[in-house]
């Protein structure tokens, strides 16, 4: 009973501490805490005192509001979830800090998911109802971000009283409330009939979308897109295009760039009809909008529409309107044309890029503002696949020149990295002729980064600037080096997109065409998510939440391109280099997903540390307690070796598996030890000299060093899978420019 107590009683304890990083890192804990006592007393106890416990720094209330969304299993599961609830009600109802209510709105969702339907009306629709009758603000913007999952969840009768509460919200006299249920419109409207829609929400939803708060405005356009999927083009003329063309008016600016940002994806909703009547004028309109951040915004959008519009449109309309923008006043808006304009390549193809786009992409080059020139340069792979870089030779040159001598150091940071892709995309003998003098003048650069990254160049450039001379550079952080290789893939996705587009001529079967251009159509857009999740990971290496969208991304990727390759080549004559690559990429097809056991073996590997350090990091143990601790844990670290060796038996590389079978030996000895000392110093009731508490410092070194090796192996076999990939989509593209 002492045990047991000793965890709550640390936890109340470092809570009522004055320093604020000690109370964040008890909070951290209660995970560990609440499975040391058990389900029954953190019902009973626990939460109690948690919900007690919500006058606190901001910091520390997100971090329990996010701990508490993970607390279904260890207060018994579903059936006591609701058990849950107090303490998040109470954070999301009187929380000043928008974050916070924000992540206990989030973990509110998580458990209302589990409560069971027989209690879910008596406990979370009752609290959604407190909240939305709240006196402060806070308690209902917080209730407006629950009624989808409570609307989802009741019986009809309910879902009337939900309905008419929500759209109360919706004219609630406070902007932070109708700001709320404006962001939550969509999630909940999709839930309704279309009757119930054209009844009740259309005038409230038009009175979100001409609310005097301009906050409240830009919000109606992630609306558009929940409202109009429940109606034909016909009615969608009527009820969605004037909100549309009343906010691409509107006088406030910050509207204005939300269209120009949502711009595909109303484009994705309401259709090619409505966006070619439509749409197409609209974005024309931001893309000569007078706020020069409305015209960025536009320009960034650029090939997302394009790929949405037929080319006639793209020639006639859209192209006439991207013309003043080389010229726009606001660098910022060359830049973002110039970072977006190369994509339309793809779409036009070589014969009408060649007659419309190479002038763009000239002028852009000879940009007085460095970041422009930079952009076409780093998209030079994109032309190339198209029409090849010959056009663009002679302009490239002085461009690269004047970056390379930019009085910023940033700049020539920049076009250095760009240098092995101009090797490979301008040719040797161009190279050798025009560049290779600039890469040894930056070797004696002034600047020490521009000198490092230059002999980086060099060796990049001596062993060829194919895939395959990729390594896992020791110099660089692991996931810097995963997002490179990503990006790496997804241009060469890419490139084999373009080829396969120039196959669609030669193939006689209607139906097989059109399967091709709907998998080209995949691959495109799953490269660019790739693109777009390599680069939020980049500012954010660590988040695994970015991590996991990229792996999803490059899943997705992956399949998209085994169709292409399926519905392109004659499967009963296919080219051998081809059905060699695509036997690998189905061997390699779990290459961007790490393996469930080893994510596993890490979850339980971080809370046996977490256990550790609750349990002997504190106050200090009696001889007795230290041993009957260390039992238990001899025990759990015999189980994380047998899954360390289960994991091993499925690794294919023979140095990692051995790395996990050593690694596994350690652990398994380590909890022997701790297992045979304990039952040494339990015969004596006595461990005055220390010894069992050196053997469990020593097992929790080895486990975190363990963990470490894995998480970097992981990382390492990741890069090594999206590196074969990318050589696979590489042979493929050789082998079709060889056969044309």
């Known amino acids: ?57 901001d910091e520390v209330l997100l971090a329990l509001s996010e701990e508490l969304g993970g607390f279904i299993d260890l207060v018994g599961g579903a059936e006591h979830a609701s058990s849950i609830l107090p303490p998040l009600e109470s954070l999301a109802a009187i929380v000043e800090e928008t974050t916070v209510r924000e992540k206990a709105v989030e973990s509110l969702n998580k458990v209302a998911e589990a409560i069971p339907n027989e209690s879910f009306k008596d406990t979370f629709v009752q609290l959604v109802k407190r909240l939305s009758s709240g006196d402060w603000f806070t308690s209902r913007t917080s209730a407006c971000g629950l009624y989808a999952v409570a609307y989802r969840k009741s019986s009809e009768d309910t879902r009337k009283e939900l309905r008419s509460s929500f759209l109360q919200l919706c004219k609630d006299e406070t902007p932070m409330v109708r ?13 309704f009939t279309k009757e119930q829609v054209r009844e009740e929400v259309l005038p409230i939803f038009n009175q979100l979308a001409s609310d005097d708060q301009d906050s409240v405005r830009l919000l109606s356009i992630d609306a558009c897109c929940a409202v109009s999927s429940l109606f034909k083009n016909e009615e969608n003329v009527q009820i969605i295009i004037p909100v549309i063309s009343n906010c691409v008016s509107d006088k406030s600016w910050r509207v204005r760039y939300t269209v120009a940002d949502k711009i595909c994806e109303l484009a994705q909703c309401l259709g090619p009809e409505l966006t070619k009547s439509n749409l197409v004028s609209f974005f024309i309109k931001l893309l000569k909008d007078n706020e020069p951040e409305v015209r960025t915004a536009a ?73 422009v020139r930079l952009n076409i340069i780093s998209k030079l792979d994109v032309i190339n696949s198209v029409v090849g ?125 059109k399967a091709l251009e709907n998998a080209i159509r995949e691959v495109r857009s799953w490269a660019e998510k790739v693109e777009n999740a390599a680069d939020e990971l980049s500012r954010n290496p660590g988040d695994p939440q970015l991590q996991a969208a990229l792996s999803l991304a490059q899943i997705e990727l992956g399949k998209s391109i085994q169709e292409v390759l399926l519905r392109a080549e004659d499967q009963s004559n296919p080219d051998e280099q081809v059905a060699e690559a695509m036997a690998q990429m189905k061997m390699d097809e779990g290459a961007h997903s790490n393996s469930a056991k080893q994510n596993q073996f890490l979850e339980d590997a971080q809370s046996l540390l977490a256990v550790i350090t609750a349990t002997f990091g504190g106050a200090k143990l009696s001889p007795q307690e230290t041993i009957a601790n260390a039992k238990k844990l001899s025990d759990t670290a015999n189980q994380l070796a047998a899954t360390l060796r289960e994991i091993a038996s499925k690794v294919s590389d023979p140095v990692l598996k051995e790395k996990f079978l050593q690694s596994a030996k350690i652990i398994k000895d380590g909890g022997i030890q701790l297992k045979i000392l304990s039952a040494v110093r339990a015969a004596g009731s006595d461990d005055k000299s220390g010894t069992v508490g050196n053997a469990v410092k020593g097992l929790q070194t080895n486990i975190q060093e363990v963990v470490n ?17 990318t050589m696979n989509i590489n042979r493929v593209v050789k082998a079709w420019r060889r056969n044309k």
């Open 299 to 371: 320009a960034l959008r650029v090939q997302g529409f394009g790929s949405l519009s037929s080319t006639d449109v793209i020639i006639k309309q859209i192209l006439p309107a991207i013309k003043p923008l080389i010229t726009d006043q606001s660098q910022h808006v060359r830049a973002a044309l110039a970072s977006n304009i190369m994509g339309l390549s793809t779409i036009l193809q070589r014969e009408k890029t060649v007659e419309h786009l190479v002038e763009i992409f000239m002028a852009l080059l000879k940009d007085d503002y460095p970041d």
């Open 179 to 191: 700001r709320s249920a404006a962001s939550s419109f969509g999630n909940v409207v999709r839930q």
């Open 709 to 725: 090796q894995i998480q970097a192996d992981s990382l390492k076999q990741k890069f090594r899978g999206i590196v074969q990939s």
């Open 389 to 513: 870089i010959e056009l663009l030779s002679q302009s490239l040159l002085p461009a690269i020149v004047d970056l390379a001598e930019d009085r910023q150091w940033r700049v020539r940071l920049a076009i250095i990295e760009f240098i092995p892709l101009l090797g490979s995309q301008l040719g040797v003998q161009f190279f050798d002729e025009k560049l290779s003098n600039l890469c040894l003048t930056w070797l004696g650069d002034s600047v020490c980064a521009i000198r490092e990254a230059a002999t980086l160049n060099v060796r990049k450039l001596a062993e060829g600037t194919d895939v395959s001379s990729l390594e896992f550079d020791l110099g660089k952080s692991p996931e810097a080096q995963v997002i490179s290789a990503s990006k790496a893939e997804a241009h060469a996705a890419l490139q084999l997109a373009s080829e396969a587009e120039n196959m669609l001529a030669g193939i006689s079967d209607p139906a097989r065409r």
């Open 1 to 57: 009973m002492e045990d047991s107590l000793s965890p709550v009683a640390l936890l109340i304890d470092q809570l009522k501490n004055e320093d604020t990083q000690v109370r964040l890192n008890s909070i951290r804990r209660i995970s560990t805490i609440a499975k040391s006592i058990g389900p029954e007393r953190t019902r009973k106890e626990l939460i109690h005192f948690l919900t007690e416990s919500t006058d606190d720094e």
